[in-house]
């Protein structure tokens, strides 16, 4: 039987030789494809500035240092996303606050969140649940009412569209995932979008040490110039040549392999709209997920995966509460992130499946378990 997988990469031929090309060139980190990347996706998203960095990790780290925040100040989040979206506020000694989701899209709840401010609070951190854009507007509004900074954790929705503008274009701090397994797959890599020309400056010297000339800036002219200046501590996190030239062929392939990826999630939305003990999660009509995951809440959840496994179908459960781990302080008041996670469970999404891989988990699920 064949097994379908979860996840899967999709590295297009013209990739692999883009990648050939830089190694073969002599210079493999930081630089000439890097900044060429950088003004490809800023471009994409509609923003100003893009700083290519190693992770989507290494962005929302960074976001965090941007703001200044002094110890101990409140950052409200939320409790389902990838544990590094939290980890990044503790990096900074700031405090995570959980909000509770909207119980129909894993998306921070814009109430919830506003009765979490308090006099430490400093800034929302949003996630993009699956690549589903949150309700960017009324969080916005929000943060300007109350001198709040916004970051929107994009790992998921690179594509994604809310209201007629791509994510990453709406704020000033939107941190994005290259990941083998995302919808824009560099092997490894990511990016903070940036409207501001002074966060941008900063963040070009802050991934690479905070030195405030990067090594290939100091090969250029007739000889390589040995000195620079460190204004601050900063850290090994750039982007190299070697993902900008992947990401480069992959960024002209998003918007095509995305539309695949919606189909795949529609034809999931149609075979399993009416079956006993799945729900399916909204849709909007204002918004288009880029469908980094689709998400299904089945009850007996595990019950399903079990079968499912047994038929040789992957499935993923995304994510565990993160205020259930001990670095973070609990928060039993979480009724709607408690009940999602507990039936929460993702099934296969990537561009190698067929038709017929799709159908033959629907079947897995439509046949009881």
Same mark, same amino acid.
């Given at each position: 039987? /064949?097994?379908?997988?979860?996840?899967?990469?999709?590295?297009?031929?013209?990739?692999? !030789?883009?990648?050939?090309?830089?190694?073969?060139?002599? $210079?493999?980190?930081?630089?000439?494809?890097?900044?060429?990347?950088?003004?490809?996706? @800023?471009?994409?998203?509609?923003?100003?500035?893009c700083? =290519?960095?190693n992770?989507?990790?290494? !962005?929302?780290?960074?976001?965090?240092?941007?703001?200044d925040?002094?110890?101990? @100040?409140?950052?409200?989040?939320?409790?389902?996303?990838?544990?590094?979206?939290?980890?990044?506020?503790?990096?900074?000694?700031?405090?995570?606050?959980?909000?509770?989701?909207?119980?129909?899209?894993?998306? #921070?709840?814009?109430?919830?969140?506003?009765? &979490?401010?308090?006099? *430490?609070?400093?800034?929302? %951190?949003?996630?993009?649940?699956?690549?589903?854009?949150?309700?960017l507007?009324?969080?916005?509004?929000?943060?300007?009412?109350?001198?709040?900074?916004?970051?929107?954790?994009?790992?998921?929705?690179?594509? !994604?569209?809310? &209201? =007629? +503008?791509?994510?990453?274009?709406?704020?000033?701090?939107?941190?994005?995932?290259?990941?083998?397994?995302?919808?824009?797959? %560099?092997?490894?890599?990511?990016?903070?979008?940036? *409207?501001?020309?002074?966060?941008?400056a900063?963040?070009?010297?802050? +991934?690479?040490?905070?030195?405030? /000339?990067d090594?290939?800036?100091?090969?250029? =002219?007739?000889?390589?110039?040995?000195?620079?200046?460190?204004?601050?501590?900063?850290? /090994?996190?750039? %982007?190299?040549?070697?993902?900008?030239?992947?990401?480069l062929?992959?960024?002209?392939?998003?918007?095509?392999?995305?539309?695949?990826?919606?189909?795949?999630? !529609?034809?999931? +939305?149609?075979?399993?709209?009416?079956?006993?003990?799945? +729900?399916?999660? *909204?849709?909007?009509?204002?918004?288009?997920?880029?469908?980094?995951?689709?998400?299904?809440?089945?009850?007996?959840?595990?019950?399903?995966?079990? /079968?499912?496994?047994?038929?040789?179908?992957?499935?993923?459960?995304?994510?565990?509460?993160?205020?259930?781990?001990? %670095?973070?302080?609990?928060?039993?008041?979480?009724?709607?992130?408690?009940?999602f $996670? &507990?039936?929460?469970?993702?099934?296969?999404?990537? #561009?190698?499946?067929?038709?017929?891989?799709?159908?033959?988990?629907i079947?897995?699920?439509?046949?009881? $378990?």
């Amino acid at each position: 039987m /064949k097994r379908i997988a979860l996840f899967r990469p999709a590295i297009s031929e013209d990739a692999i !030789a883009a990648a050939a090309e830089v190694l073969r060139s002599g $210079w493999l980190g930081l630089g000439p494809r890097t900044a060429e990347f950088e003004q490809a996706f @800023a471009a994409y998203v509609g923003n100003r500035h893009c700083v =290519g960095l190693n992770s989507a990790t290494a !962005a929302l780290h960074l976001a965090v240092r941007l703001l200044d925040l002094p110890e101990g @100040a409140e950052v409200i989040t939320t409790p389902l996303t990838f544990v590094s979206t939290n980890h990044a506020i503790l990096y900074e000694r700031c405090t995570p606050i959980f909000a509770d989701v909207e119980p129909d899209t894993g998306n #921070l709840d814009v109430s919830s969140v506003a009765a &979490r401010i308090g006099p *430490r609070t400093r800034a929302i %951190m949003a996630v993009h649940f699956g690549g589903y854009p949150c309700d960017l507007d009324a969080l916005y509004a929000l943060a300007r009412g109350h001198g709040l900074s916004v970051i929107e954790d994009c790992a998921h929705a690179c594509g !994604a569209v809310y &209201r =007629g +503008r791509r994510v990453g274009g709406h704020g000033d701090l939107h941190a994005f995932s290259f990941h083998a397994v995302k919808n824009l797959a %560099m092997g490894e890599g990511g990016a903070l979008v940036v *409207r501001g020309e002074a966060h941008a400056a900063r963040l070009r010297r802050l +991934r690479w040490l905070g030195i405030d /000339k990067d090594t290939f800036q100091r090969t250029q =002219g007739e000889q390589y110039r040995w000195d620079y200046d460190v204004p601050e501590v900063g850290f /090994k996190y750039h %982007m190299s040549d070697l993902q900008a030239a992947i990401g480069l062929v992959q960024l002209r392939r998003l918007d095509a392999e995305n539309a695949r990826r919606a189909e795949i999630v !529609a034809r999931y +939305r149609r075979g399993l709209v009416e079956v006993a003990g799945v +729900r399916l999660l *909204r849709r909007d009509p204002d918004r288009s997920s880029s469908d980094h995951l689709c998400c299904i809440l089945a009850e007996n959840r595990d019950g399903l995966i079990a /079968k499912l496994g047994s038929r040789g179908i992957e499935t993923g459960v995304h994510y565990r509460r993160n205020d259930v781990y001990p %670095m973070y302080r609990r928060d039993d008041s979480l009724v709607h992130a408690e009940r999602f $996670w &507990r039936a929460a469970m993702s099934l296969p999404l990537h #561009l190698h499946l067929t038709d017929e891989d799709v159908d033959r988990v629907i079947d897995g699920i439509r046949s009881g $378990w």
